[in-house]
């Protein structure tokens, strides 16, 4: 492997570069073009290496990327390997030391919007199953399915999923979409936490309104916003929604062992992310509150003037945009349908409460530790460090893995190599050569650790 | 002057729409050669009249037009006219129905920014003034004050006027920036609320923050900044800021029937803005919590994603924009002061707070109800309008008006033309053919009711 890495390193450098040069924002309707000749990039790559390459989906989303290579030994097992290929917005741009389409290598770490989230760790893990191929070792059938609209929701591949089970049959499905343990020992992700977005927008006057005529008379609807939104969380931090909590399981013992396990360092977390871990109920531990519980964030609120200086008005709307985190035994749903009404009885009489986005999103995933998949990675991550590798629960999300691993009746595996200082979804993200190497040698070591346990 | 009018009416015109075409925007930078060419034109205007013109004020500012004419009478007392020709900004531009910087005629209203606030008061005040001088009738001497930067403070007024108090000699300071009655009787604005503004910042994480990986665990300065600026007004919607209402002066018997005497008709009012008058202290009448009580409104409130659909971060930090009307017996550093304090204490340890703009401003006014001036005003109006005019108090605000009255040893007199439907400070903004009219008839009855009277 290492000697493969030595002779490919720079032609695998260049491809990711490549691949990380297009805008593939999924998000946004004007990058869709962009979302497309992404997915086509990937088509010709793949098919050069050997694959049957489909594009799944309507004409007017980013395409699912679905590729199968068959192993000609008839008993091997089948293999599917999900990722995305979708970026989050670059913007705020300014905030960027770089150009984030253009890839810039800074020391041992790469910068660019989807350095890691998910086109490094996708595009790693597609060197380290190129290199299976090349070498000729035993591995699985493969099944690759790349989509384009992860960080949206994935509303295209969870319809193809529904509607098309069978082309995703597996006995494994291997995700790279998640993180180290925070000390850099490999990971496997046991749990994923769901998650749920809604906006609004709450209506007051017709148009902005003199301050100094109408201050007193005139309802503020950014103030009487703030006022709602202060309301979801009680004093403590806890949620206080009411029904928002209905069904929800509470942490099992095994479950707050694992997190617990994990230590957390406080110095770490200021000097990574500039504040202390303040956020969420007050007196619960800091890896229960972001891992098991659920949460309701504010992800942006915007009324009224926003220009330099004063501009005395009561302006004509608010908006926020609110998404939350949801735990096993919520249903999103319901959670959506519990802030939709603690919202709406909060309304003063002569304000207006419209939804502007609803994404209901997918559930808590739990993935159960004693498959013979998770064996095979353990023992292959203890052999790549000697600590071994940790289970964890991650606070993110992965919109789609419950649905794709049910209907394919494939365990999910989640293995990846991020890290906090990766700084997903902000400003100058970025993505070691050292892990992307690591995301490397796991993927081929347990594609052929698989392959020759087929055998 | 009917004659007159009749006369002049097309080049009245076609002057005030020249200047409304100034983008005169006091507050940006961007727009200070806009207000300085505005300056020129009304210079060269009031030069070709016979004034002697001066540019007051340091050169990076717009400048205080100064102008002055004498009448040959050596007995002749001395009216001061103050307006302003600076003006809100236009945006949000896409709910303009028409440019706001090319006046438009739309039936009898001419809509363009500024319209009526205060170019529109203005320049049909100086059309009377004209009109005056072109009759050659007896008026008094006279000394304009135009400046540019009322809507944001009037700060270099107020310095021009605090070191030279000499140049604001006068009998009377006649102010056209206030409102009709609401049923179209005209008015005699007895009484301003105060105005100051301070915007905050509240910064938390460095970066946007995953809200997946980091909900729970850090603060989010968006939903902490509401909870802030929820807790500046108590459940019935009164004040809740400790010192805020230090020093006040409750409204006298004569105060509150002046401001119960006028009809409030809440149908109406609610066709005018859309909303209900349901802002203020409940349980209190609506003419007293617009025209006699404080108020601290949400200006603007910006933090986080705006653009389509939902990104899920916890975002780096939040804006709020507030500015607050006070009323006799407050001082305004006080109230800010207070207010800083309020926000300051209810910081989340781990975030900072940082004071971002500020405007300490002016107090409210209050203006003695048995001057000689107001008596011919009230003369003045009354044979304009059979139903005579009205005394109101204005729960708007001119900054500079108590320092240029005191310094002068002037009384003010604030008659204005504005109404509801004017939308100033709003898209569409305007003003009537018979508004101005009205303005421009009692300027000239008035500064010849002085004129004859000084004889």
Chains 1, 2 share one sequence.
């Not at 007193?216 to 309301?231: C, D, H, K, T």
């Not at 229960?288 to 926003?306: C, D, K, M, S, W």
């Not at 249903?331 to 009489?349: D, F, G, I, N, W």
């Amino acid at each position: 492997m290492e000697r493969w890495l030595e002779q490919n390193r720079a032609q695998a450098l260049a491809g990711w570069y490549d691949f990380l040069r297009f805008p593939s924002v999924g998000t946004d309707p004007a990058h869709l073009a962009d979302c497309q000749d992404c997915a086509t990039w990937l088509r010709d790559w793949l098919a050069a290496l050997g694959f049957e390459v489909e594009f799944l989906g309507a004409p007017d989303v980013p395409p699912v990327v679905y590729a199968t290579w068959r192993s000609p030994d008839p008993a091997a097992k089948t293999a599917m390997i999900y990722g995305h290929y979708d970026v989050q917005p670059a913007d705020p741009l300014e905030l960027w030391d770089t150009d984030p389409w253009e890839p810039t290598l800074r020391g041992d770490r790469v910068y660019a919007r989807g350095a890691q989230d998910d086109k490094g760790q996708v595009w790693w893990t597609l060197q380290g199953m190129r290199a299976c191929l090349e070498s000729g070792a035993p591995i699985p059938n493969l099944v690759l399915v790349l989509e384009g609209q992860e960080e949206c929701g994935s509303a295209s591949l969870i319809k193809i999923v529904a509607a098309d089970p069978a082309r995703f049959k597996a006995d494994v499905l291997m995700v790279a979409d998640t993180s180290l343990a925070p000390d850099g020992r490999p990971a496997i992700t046991a749990g994923l936490r769901g998650v749920s977005s809604i906006s609004f927008r709450l209506h007051g006057p017709d148009h902005d309104l003199h301050s100094g005529v109408h201050g007193g008379l005139a309802p503020n609807p950014v103030a009487e916003l703030a006022s709602i939104v202060a309301s979801l969380h009680r004093e403590d931090g806890s949620i206080a929604v009411e029904g928002f909590a209905d069904g929800m399981r509470e942490a099992t013992t095994e479950e707050i062992a694992l997190v617990m396990e994990e230590p957390f360092d406080e110095a770490t977390y200021r000097r990574e992310t500039g504040v202390p871990p303040v956020g969420g109920t007050r007196g619960i531990a800091p890896q229960i509150r972001g891992r098991l519980l659920p949460t309701i964030e504010v992800n942006g609120f915007h009324g009224g003037y926003a220009g330099e200086g004063g501009k005395t008005i009561i302006p004509a709307w608010a908006e926020v945009k609110l998404s939350m985190r949801t735990v096993p035994g919520q249903t999103p749903s319901r959670c959506v349908a519990a802030l939709r009404r603690h919202m709406e009885s909060r309304v003063k009489p002569g304000l207006r409460l419209d939804m502007i986005f609803l994404e209901p999103g997918a559930e808590a995933l739990r993935v159960p530790l004693d498959s013979p998949a998770i064996a095979t990675a353990r023992q292959v991550l203890g052999e790549m460090d000697p600590r071994g590798a940790v289970v964890r629960y991650e606070g993110a999300s992965i919109h789609v893995i419950g649905a794709l691993a049910a209907a394919a009746g494939a365990e999910p595996l989640l293995v990846g190599f991020g890290l906090e200082r990766d700084r997903i979804h902000a400003p100058n993200e970025s993505f070691s050569l050292q892990q992307a190497e690591s995301c490397l040698a796991y993927t081929a070591a347990f594609l052929k650790a698989m392959g020759g346990a087929a055998r």
